[in-house]
């Protein structure tokens, strides 16, 4: 089971819409996926027309024991999606008194390793999306995933978010004690646009280590898949937003080797 966080704390980047994307590419492979919502805005819960502010089955319940998770708990959690093989535990609005409760508290960062534990064997992936800020739901994400995909904007404000972000993972490191793989992806890229293009070429000379070789270029048609509550794959499969997220995933199931991390293609 692979478990990769989605995060960047600048909002707008597109982390929920690149959870839906590689989920439902995955799904329509025949892969069994989980997509975990960690935001309390719950983007991620209203993409597949779940409310958030009445929702019961939601991450929430999994952070009010003390910091172990009661068995069963995580599966009584899951909720499944319209796409065939695709599950969501959703976000509850709650999930915002948690930042104030526990902040980084040391003892509740492993709430959602532990509630993964217990689905170990039903799925293949496991999606976490993140709430924008630093709080013990982002400590959450990153302690329970190997890999992190960063979505950066191809715009110069996103670059500076993207240094936040950095110095966020080198602190947790340091507290956690070890070291955490992520890759960053250039979302919404425009090559008609200088900004677009100039901050690309800045992001592949910062990270170049660290960074997929691709972009996602923009595409309208995100917008009409997130209104029909629909992955992009599962709509419009022909799309160029579609073939950058295929082409994303390729990537990943072939370099992660590369990026230190032992893949298995079954
Ligand atoms: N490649 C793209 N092309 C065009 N629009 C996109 C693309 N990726 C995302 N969007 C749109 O941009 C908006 C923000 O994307 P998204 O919600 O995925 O970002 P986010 O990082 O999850 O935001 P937040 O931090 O608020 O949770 C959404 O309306 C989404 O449909
Ligand atoms: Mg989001």
Redesign the pocket.
Known sequence: MKIWAVA?Q?????????VVSLGGLLAGLGKKVLMVDL?P?G?LTCYFKLNPDSIEQSSYPLFLHEGTVPDDLAQKMVCSTSVPGLDLIPASSALVTLERRFGVQAGMGLVISKALAQLRGQYDFVFI?T??QLGVLLVNALAASELILI?VQTEFLALKGLERMMHTLQMIMKSQGHELKYLVIP???DRRTHASVESLRRLRVQYENNIWPGC?????K??DA?SAGMPLSQMFPSSR?VK?YRSLLKYLVENLTAIGMKVNHG
């Open positions: 960047n600048k909002g707008g980047v597109g982390k929920t819409t690149s935001d805005h983007s999306d709430p924008p979505p979302t919404m890229y996602i270029v923009i595409d309208t995100f917008r997130s937003g950058a």
